[in-house]
């Protein structure tokens, strides 16, 4: 019986396992799909998009490495995930774990949709959708690990956290210990990245409830070059500010669309050269 294909994202497979010593767990397949946006008929790559606009040959091998690298280091530390081991260059082995998600009140109603799951995203520099939505921020001002909770579909949207809990999708505590745990592992993935010269922009994490057991919510998904932005010209201030955005940075508007860019921004397929040293 071969395994279940249970969904296909932006960036790898999920399968439900029917056989063998992993039978009832689920792989993780990483594939090359790379999400990015269209600059004047040029593909740009750029993970902090949510559209797939082209692969990148051994990307998901990398994907892999820096998953395993990463969950490998939250065991160090004592925090749980749904890890459990990487079996090729592109695939891992996890626990079934429960998307924070909720069913649709009244579904006879047309438009209506179930909340399908969550996405945190944490900011250490104002960029990306942050600086898009809020431009009166100047960009790469040091915004301390700040958490957004976005609602994961085809297009991402912004949900704040009393919306969350008036709508029973997580309760006050819930939300306090899923802040506190995004930015636990934040703290660590940016210091990782510092050791070697890096600097961390803003990522992106998911979190579920652990199937089977006590419901912990545990991260899960993937920590990789796909849910992370990293420069490599970062030079702070006191405050955290980066002090040559003049020279690195550019922002656009036309016709109310924003865009901003770095030149020191490093490419994904670049980070696993980094960790090689």
Not at 131 to 140: H, L, N, S, T
Not at 202 to 231: H, M, N, Q, T, Y
Not at 256 to 262: A, P, Q
Request: charge should be neutral; proline fraction near 5%.
């Amino acid at each position: 019986m071969s395994d279940t294909l249970i969904y296909s994202g932006k960036s790898k497979d999920v399968f439900k396992i029917n056989q063998g010593p992993h039978s009832g767990k689920f792989r993780l397949v990483f594939t090359d799909k790379a999400t990015g946006y269209i600059d004047n008929g040029k593909v740009v790559f750029d993970p902090g998009r949510d559209v797939v606009v082209g692969e990148i040959p051994g990307k998901g091998a990398i994907a892999c490495h820096f998953a395993t690298h990463f969950f490998k280091l939250l065991q160090t530390h004592d925090i749980p995930s749904h890890y459990i081991e990487t079996i090729s260059e592109n695939e891992m082995i996890v626990e079934p774990a429960l998307p924070l998600s909720l069913a649709p009140e009244m579904a006879t109603f047309p438009g209506s949709e179930p909340l399908a799951n969550l996405e945190f995203t944490w900011r250490n520099s104002a960029t990306g959708s942050f600086w898009r939505r809020y431009p009166f921020v100047k960009p790469c001002r040091n915004v301390n690990c700040v958490v957004e909770i976005w609602t994961k579909g085809a297009i991402d949207t912004l949900i704040t956290t009393e919306a969350l809990q008036e709508t029973g999708a997580l309760t006050a505590a819930e939300i306090r210990h899923c802040v506190t745990l995004v930015q636990a592992i934040a703290r660590i993935v940016t210091e990782e990245f510092a050791s070697r010269g890096l600097h961390v922009l803003d990522g992106k994490f998911e979190l579920g409830r652990l199937a089977g057991g006590d419901g912990r919510i545990v991260i899960i998904d993937e920590i990789s070059p796909d849910v992370l932005r990293v420069c490599d010209g970062y030079a702070p201030d006191a405050r955290g500010d980066c002090t040559i955005t003049g020279e690195c940075t550019r922002t656009s508007c036309s016709e109310g669309r924003r865009s901003i860019k770095h030149r020191r921004q490093v490419a994904p397929t670049d980070f696993v050269n980094a960790f090689r040293r």
